[in-house]
């Protein structure tokens, strides 16, 4: 199937600043930044090197187990919200995560993927008029209008299109918080993506509307 026609339900390629693989080695480099090195003991989480600027976790090694909110072990990648934020931990521990929770009685949830809702479009698979339908539904639920999350889309668009296909991640699964950081933080100044950070955190932690 045609690149674009799978990516926008078009043949035609999209207009913009975007071109296909036009992107510096450099940036396609930062893009693929490693989301850090963690380490899990009894009452604390240790991550080095947490590529995100704005978070409380980077650049402090020790997230300490009575700081932890609740943990997100499902998702993918795994979080725990500390504060008004989620910090992202890399996959391949899931198990010990679960032991580390048990073990200090964390309370255990699981949040809607509303970042996955609205960066679908950047996936490597056709978004179709019925996909386009149900996650404006879902997201409504959330309080997020079809006129937000177009205009979501249209701010990070051409970086969404660079992490997943200049990078040849080609990832058709599913894309999320942590995937529109890593995008983002390439093309904002500091003070541009603490601000942008914090729409991200907020919307990832959306709740849903109650109905009157």
Request: hydrophobic share 35%; no cysteine.
């Amino acid at each position: 199937m045609n690149f674009f026609k799978k990516i926008f339900g078009t043949s035609e390629k999209p207009t913009g600043s975007w071109t296909m693989f036009s992107t510096s080695k450099k940036e396609v480099n930062d893009l693929l930044v490693s989301s850090g090195q963690l380490r899990i003991e009894r009452d604390y989480i240790q991550i080095d090197d947490y590529p995100f600027q704005p978070s409380i976790a980077y650049g402090q090694t020790r997230i300490l187990v009575d700081t932890i909110d609740e943990i997100d072990i499902e998702s993918y990648p795994p979080t725990i919200k500390v504060k008004d934020e989620l910090i992202f931990l890399t996959s391949e521990k899931r198990d010990e995560l679960k032991e580390f929770a048990r073990r200090n009685d964390l309370k255990i949830v699981k949040r809607p993927d509303i970042w996955g809702w609205i960066l679908e479009p950047f996936l490597d698979t056709e978004f179709t008029k019925e996909t386009d339908e149900r996650l404006t539904r879902l997201l409504n639920e959330y309080g997020l209008t079809e006129e937000i999350v177009n205009s979501i889309r249209k701010e990070v668009k051409t970086q969404m299109l660079k992490y997943n296909f200049d990078t040849m991640l080609w990832e058709w699964g599913g894309l999320g918080a942590e995937d529109v950081l890593k995008a983002m933080r390439t093309k904002y100044n500091e003070e541009d993506f603490k601000e942008f950070y914090d729409k991200v955190m907020k919307l990832a932690l959306s709740t849903k509307q109650t109905k009157k």
